[in-house]
């Protein structure tokens, strides 16, 4: 193991989640610890909690905490601090995403709803254009579409990759092909998401999961994207989640992060320091009466890597394709990857 | 009882009655390197304003620049106005505007030999510290019966008191403690409820007392949110009643109030030169009009 250390630039490591050799960037030396020879030594590792440091088994429980906390007010902080631009970074998330009509989204971290009420809207958007444009009358009954079929009796190709899918076709059951299931590992922050569902009346299309971003309850190839918007820097194994996103994702399936990332442009980065310093703890103290909890978050973002090693640690948990998108000029970034 | 026809509000200056103004650092904008070294304690190399920095004081101590006060002063007045259930933001108010009251309250308390005990064994009034059951089994009449009473009828505990974030003194900061947790002792004495009316009474008590620039904007800007015929009252009889009893009254801030619930409340006042609340005339629609134009 220790020769292997030595060897610097770039080697091949079997990533942990596809077993498939990755041609590294990273220095392999400059690496922290990994996670075997600790196991070996039995010695607690820390973490960081903002600019605390903290074991990591205290790290969930803290941001369980802090999420808590801020839940009920969550929505008017976000757009109290980010005044509103937070809405417009979802939408060209969703833009980004641009997801068909029969995706299954695995939206991680999604707490009070913003990216699954994103998706609900533009699959009906999605079906309303298709509707007006093809004259929705494909497949109204698939024991009358056989026309340009076979008349052996036999299902033709179409019919065989989607009856199992699809069931029988009618327009209103289209859209519920498309599903999305919003986890979160906060009770809180979903019970505030089943109230604003419940007010924009999208109750039924939505379903609503406890559970750890680290070890999802979900089967293998389950779900066709996989989204987490603003949550992934919460997580305390980073890689981990990774991992996770990659197994539940079925071959082809899209990786999309949302998340707040580094300014290189200096004058913007000085700028967005003295704010999020300066003003956002204050705006937690005086709206939501939560001054440390949102020192917590601006000082979580600075310790969150930057785009480029974000991507590589994308790269390494086995997808491919891995890019990114700067938001507001790197304030927020996109990062995408496929399992293919 | 005459009503005035003008109010005469002489409102003391702390800032240039206090002994030793100790100027406190200049530190304008906080960096981002400063919150890192409170949690790592380390040095991130050589910071321009590494010796004007300070570290928490005490616990629930949250180190402020200038800048943030002035944010916070402005935000948690406008809130304060708005929602006025929101008593953490009058809280934050008061501990940001009152650093140079609170010293003027210090000298006083140190120039008093029950004001320095106080300071030296520093007691707090909480449900933990202060027996509610012992207080109502006083005899009726006594401060500390009367003190039950009043937090009964008003539906209100010791406990809900915020804890002090924004001083950067620690000595200070239980001093403002201090005050936060006799308020409801004052209101007793004054014998004042805690609606809007009795809170912006006891407030303008508060301010003649402690010089406290946040009890002065709650005695101003807390009649907004009252009705025409409360507002006449609290300006003929609550307000300057409050102002003359502010000044009448011994320093408030010098009383042992734990070693003396056991005193009749009366006497009590009597030493403490607390005069007895003012008498207002009930305000029926068919007196309403000619009271109103007196």
Same mark, same amino acid.
């Given at each position: ?50 600019? !605390? ?33 937070? #809405? ?15 995706? /299954? ?58 009856? !199992? ?48 971003? !680290? ?17 992934? /820097? ?12 990659? #197994? ?71 997808? /491919? ?20 | 009882? =005459? %009503? ?40 991130? @190399? ?54 140079? %009251? ?34 109502? $089994?006083?005899?009726? @009449? ?6 039950? $009473? ?11 008191? %915020? ?47 402690? @010089? ?57 006042? =009597? ?24």
């Amino acid at each position: 193991m220790a020769a292997l250390r030595s060897v610097s630039l770039r080697v091949g490591r079997i990533c942990r989640c596809s077993n498939r050799i990755t041609v590294s960037r990273r220095n392999l030396s400059e690496q922290t610890s990994s996670d075997e020879t600790d196991k070996e030594e039995g010695t607690e590792r820390s973490t960081h909690f903002g600019f !605390e440091s903290i074991n990591e088994s205290e790290k969930t429980g803290k941001v369980h905490e802090v999420f808590s906390n801020v839940a009920s007010k969550y929505d008017i902080m976000n757009d109290a601090m980010s005044l509103g631009v937070h #809405r417009l970074w979802k939408d060209r998330f969703m833009q980004v995403l641009d997801p068909l009509p029969g995706t /299954r989204l695995l939206d991680v971290a999604g707490g009070t709803g913003d990216i699954a009420f994103r998706f609900v809207n533009w699959i009906k958007q999605k079906e309303q254009q298709r509707r007006k444009t093809s004259g929705a009358e494909f497949r109204l009954n698939p024991l009358e579409t056989d026309e340009s079929g076979s008349d052996t009796g036999l299902p033709s190709a179409e019919d065989y990759l989607y009856s !199992e899918q699809r069931g029988d076709l009618s327009d209103t059951e289209e859209k519920k092909d498309s599903k999305v299931i919003i986890c979160d590992i906060n009770q809180s922050m979903l019970e505030v998401g089943k109230e604003r569902a419940k007010k924009l009346g999208l109750e039924d299309d939505l379903v609503w999961v406890t559970g750890n971003a !680290e070890e999802l309850p979900f089967p293998d190839n389950s779900v066709d994207a996989y989204t987490i918007a603003f949550g992934i /820097r919460n997580v305390t194994h980073i890689e981990k989640a990774l991992c996770e996103a990659y #197994r539940v994702l079925t071959p082809g399936g899209r990786f999309l992060c949302l998340e707040f990332s580094q300014v290189s442009n200096p004058l913007i980065s000085s700028v967005y320091d003295l704010y999020s310093f300066q003003v956002i703890p204050v705006l937690g103290e005086v709206i939501a009466s939560d001054w440390k909890s949102y020192q917590y978050l601006v000082e979580s973002i600075r310790r969150f890597p930057n785009q480029e090693d974000f991507a590589e640690m994308i790269r390494e948990a086995g997808f /491919r394709m891995v890019t990114y998108d700067n938001l507001t000029s790197g304030v927020a970034a996109i990062h995408s990857g496929f399992k293919i | 009882m =005459a %009503a005035h026809s003008r109010i005469f509000l002489p409102f003391r200056f702390a800032i240039f009655t206090s002994q030793n103004i100790r100027l406190r650092p200049r530190l304008i904008l906080l960096k981002a390197e400063h919150y890192s070294r409170i949690s790592h304690q380390e040095g991130v @190399g050589a910071s321009p304003h590494a010796e004007e920095w300070t570290p928490p004081l005490y616990q629930e101590h949250v180190p402020t620049s200038l800048f943030q006060k002035a944010l916070l002063t402005v935000g948690s007045a406008a809130v304060a106005i708005t929602d006025p259930y929101r008593h953490d933001m009058i809280a934050v108010l008061g501990e940001t505007t009152g650093y140079y %009251a609170l010293m003027r309250i210090r000298d006083q308390m140190k120039a008093d030999p029950v004001g320095q005990l106080i300071l030296s064994e520093r007691p707090r009034i909480n449900t933990r510290t202060v027996d509610l059951e012992e207080l109502r $089994n006083l005899p009726e @009449g006594t401060f500390g019966r009367e003190y039950v $009473n009043w937090l009964d009828r008003n539906d209100v505990t010791p406990d809900s008191r %915020a804890p002090v974030k924004f001083i950067d003194d620690e000595e200070l900061a239980y001093v403002i403690q201090r005050y936060r947790e006799i308020h409801d002792l004052f209101h007793t004495l004054l014998g004042m409820p805690t609606n809007m009316l009795g809170e912006c009474t006891v407030k303008m008590f508060e301010a003649v007392q402690t @010089g406290l620039p946040m009890c002065a904007m709650g005695a101003v800007f807390g009649p907004l949110r009252l009705s025409s015929r409360q507002r006449w009252k609290l300006r003929n009889y609550y307000i300057p009643w409050a102002v003359r009893a502010g000044y009448s009254a011994k320093c408030l801030m010098n009383v042992y109030y734990e070693k003396r619930f056991h005193e009749p409340l009366e006497e009590l006042k =009597a030493d403490l030169k607390i005069p007895p609340p003012p008498q207002v005339p009930k305000s029926t629609s068919s007196n309403y009009s000619r009271l109103y134009k007196r």
